[in-house]
């Protein structure tokens, strides 16, 4: 009987709650079909607990999930609102330069920020909502993407024009490259250009972002050259 009850701790009950096969209890000569029929019920209520309460944390983790999905998902139509009204403010005021800066700025701050939610929403493991009823050119793509980050004026754009992404895709496109030129612009000198190189390869296209990097200050350059050598 002690040796059916440590095989039971030890090995069948810690099985269930790792998720491993459980193997049969020893052979017990004085152990009897009743004992055998307990320790089996023991492994059943054990494994049932365990299922229930997996089955809590998987509520309470998908709960806890759409918290911020729901949050991104309310900034996202907010920013588009603000980026049509100051579309249509633009529209209207044509001829004034102020107006037309200064909601170019407000467009552009509204970009940042749907840009910022959306990235939240995919770190949730959400698909992006916004959807593209087009095919769009690469390079446009590209330049879309640029519209989305702070150091847009520094992004430059060059390549074929026939390439095109499928509508499908456009919106991941564009979100992808806007976070690869928002690390490229934020990681190299700010009097630099951002080179974006849209080409075709056998399989596809390719898009190439070139950055100048940060970087060596002199002291660092001199400590590297000398290791070298």
């Known amino acids: 009987m002690q040796r059916l009850t440590t095989h039971l701790v030890q090995e069948r009950i810690a099985a269930v709650a790792s998720g491993a096969p459980i193997l049969d209890a020893p052979s017990e000569p004085q152990a009897g079909d009743d004992i055998a029929e307990a320790l089996h019920d023991v492994v059943q209520v054990v494994r049932e607990e365990i299922t229930r309460r997996d089955a809590q944390h998987a509520d309470r983790r998908e709960a806890l999930r759409q918290v911020p999905v729901a949050l991104a998902r309310r900034v996202q139509p907010s920013a588009h609102r603000i980026q049509e009204s100051a579309t249509r ?25 749907a840009r910022a939610a959306q990235s939240l929403a995919v770190l949730c493991r959400e698909w992006p909502g916004q959807q593209w009823p087009d095919p769009m050119a690469f390079v446009e793509v590209v330049r879309a993407a640029s519209g989305r980050i702070v150091d847009y004026r520094r992004v430059k754009v060059i390549g074929d024009r026939t390439l095109a992404a499928a509508a499908s895709v456009v919106e991941q496109l564009i979100h992808l490259v806007a976070e690869l030129l928002a690390n490229a612009t934020s990681c190299s000198p700010p009097t630099t250009l951002v080179e974006v190189e849209v080409r075709q390869v056998q399989r596809g296209a390719v898009i190439t972002v070139d950055d100048g990097g940060v970087g060596l200050d002199e002291h660092r350059l001199a400590a590297y050259t000398c290791t070298a050598s």
């Not at 403010?89 to 920020?113: F, K, N, Y």
């Open 89 to 113: 403010l633009a529209d209207a005021r044509i001829s004034d330069e102020l107006v037309q800066e200064t909601m170019m700025r407000i467009d552009h701050a509204a970009a940042q920020q």
